[in-house]
């Protein structure tokens, strides 16, 4: 399975998936024209990584901003997180907010209602 690197633009997060570690890592901000095109070879790599029975699978979290589309994007990785956790994989989202900012904390918490698995929010001083 391939790693991906690909730099953060000014619309588009810094992503970086580590199949070997089993570490996804998006970072920055995300508002691409089209999140669910951007986003599609991501959902794909990580679907095709939990199908093999990855060892574990952690979810790496770190963005300013991100549009309703790239909500959703989002929401299609945790869900395919979610149905890895409730078959037995050890999975868990690390997800890095600024203390300074409201709404990036009240971002994680609204993923977070929606899950089961292991989900970490951290704050951060920036």
Same mark, same amino acid.
């Given at each position: 399975? #391939?790693? /991906? ?9 810094? %992503? ?28 794909a790599a990580v679907a095709e990584y939990l199908e093999a029975a ?9 963005? #300013?901003? /991100? ?9 299609? %990785? ?7 956790f409730k078959a037995g994989t050890a999975v868990k989202v690390d ?32």
């Open positions: 399975m #391939a790693s /991906l690197h690909w730099e953060a633009s000014a619309t588009t997060p810094e %992503i970086v998936w580590a199949p070997a570690q089993g570490v996804l890592s998006i970072r920055g901000e995300s508002y691409p024209e089209n999140a669910l095109e951007f986003y599609q070879p991501v959902v990855g060892d574990g699978f952690t979810l790496r979290v770190d963005l #300013a901003y /991100l549009n309703t589309s790239s909500v959703k994007a989002l929401m299609d %990785i945790l869900d395919l997180m979610e149905d890895a997800w890095v907010y600024d203390e300074e900012n409201d709404r990036s904390l009240e971002m994680a918490e609204e993923f977070q209602e929606d899950l089961s698995l292991p989900f970490h929010a951290m704050p951060v001083t920036r």
